[in-house]
């Protein structure tokens, strides 16, 4: 029988309208609207429409935007007064600097000195320190979609066997963390793993961020396992031109995993969905914070 697919676009438009009802409510309650902050050094075209889709997307839901822009020959420290600003300014609740910057900037540097109350990427030290040692901090979009979609599918997590493969700083580890965190088993495989297949064949919840178009085959995968696929590659289609497939050999783990994750149309989607649930979980948590300084 085939798969169940696992629809990430239609989740991310659930994520996004609960998102848009929790704003509406937080602000009916007397809050100013949670803010988003973007940061962008220089005229990439990726990079700009990356934050246009952010800012857009914020805008949906009634985030408010605070769309920074610099020239290509903005220097290191005029991008750091920027950020020190935007980290005092109580209606920004998230700060995003899109990387890469210019050569000038170090853009790296700067990302993580984002405070970990403000860094809805959860991709600085800080927020993955905290995640690391299960305490409480915002967590980075992907691996948190990826959690959303196991959680509405009702996945069992607890005492699953849980196999990632991929140990990025990006998906793979932060993701490892959250399943074990959810009481999962889990097992980090990577480009060094022995007999991966081997390794694969043990999950109740596969997931594979690698970046390798088809990397996992049908006969990896137990019968009924979920599969999420968090890759995206480009590839050169038979007749001409491209299309984007994920890590997964698709048609074939199609017949043996139970739930799966087509791409696109998957992970993808989540990502922008959780970044508008960490920007309303920072307002809130702000709040809460200068609140009990008060008290
Ligand atoms: P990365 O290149 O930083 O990390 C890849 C990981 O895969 C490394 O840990 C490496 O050890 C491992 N690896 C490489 N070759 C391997 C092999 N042959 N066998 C086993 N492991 C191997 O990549 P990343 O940033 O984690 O991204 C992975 C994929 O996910 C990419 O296709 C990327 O485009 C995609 N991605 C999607 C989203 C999204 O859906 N929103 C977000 C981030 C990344």
Redesign the pocket.
């Known amino acids: 029988m085939a798969a169940q697919l696992i629809d990430g676009k239609a989740i991310a438009r659930e994520v996004r309208a609960e998102v848009k009802r929790e704003v509406a409510e937080w602000v009916a309650e007397g809050h100013e609207a949670p803010g988003l902050a973007t940061v962008l050094v220089g005229d990439d075209p990726a990079s700009a429409l990356y934050v246009g889709n952010k800012q857009k997307a914020s805008a949906e839901v009634g985030i408010q935007g605070f769309d920074h822009r610099l020239p290509q020959d903005a220097g290191h420290d005029e991008v750091e007064g920027i950020l020190r600003d935007l980290a005092a300014d109580p209606r920004v609740s998230g700060i995003l600097l899109q990387l890469p910057t210019p050569p000038q900037v170090d853009g790296a540097g700067l990302a993580a000195q984002i405070p970990p109350g403000k860094d809805v990427d959860g991709l600085t030290p800080l927020s993955a320190g905290l995640l690391a040692q299960g305490r409480r901090g915002l967590r980075p979009c ?1 691996p948190s ?1 990826i959690m959303e979609l196991l959680r509405r599918h009702d996945v069992p997590i607890q005492g699953a066997e849980a196999v990632v ?4 700083d ?3 580890r932060p993701v490892s963390a959250l399943l074990l965190a959810a009481n999962a088993t889990v097992t980090v ?3 060094k ?1 022995r007999d ?1 297949g081997e390794v694969c064949r043990r999950a109740d919840i596969l997931v594979a ?4 178009p088809g ?1 996992v085959k049908g006969d990896w995968i137990k019968p009924g396992a979920t599969v999420i696929d ?4 480009r590839v050169e289609k038979p007749g001409g031109g491209t299309r984007l497939v994920g ?1 997964v050999a698709f048609d074939e783990a199609q017949g043996v995993a139970g739930l799966i994750t087509p791409v696109p149309g998957g ?2 989607p ?2 922008i969905a959780c970044l508008l649930q960490n920007t309303l979980t920072a307002a809130r948590r702000q709040v809460e914070t200068a609140r009990s300084a008060i008290e």
């Open positions: 992907t979609g493969v991929g140990r990025s990006l998906v793979g495989c990577h480009s793993t991966l961020a690698v970046g390798r990397l968090v890759g995206i590659n890590d992970v993808g989540m990502t």
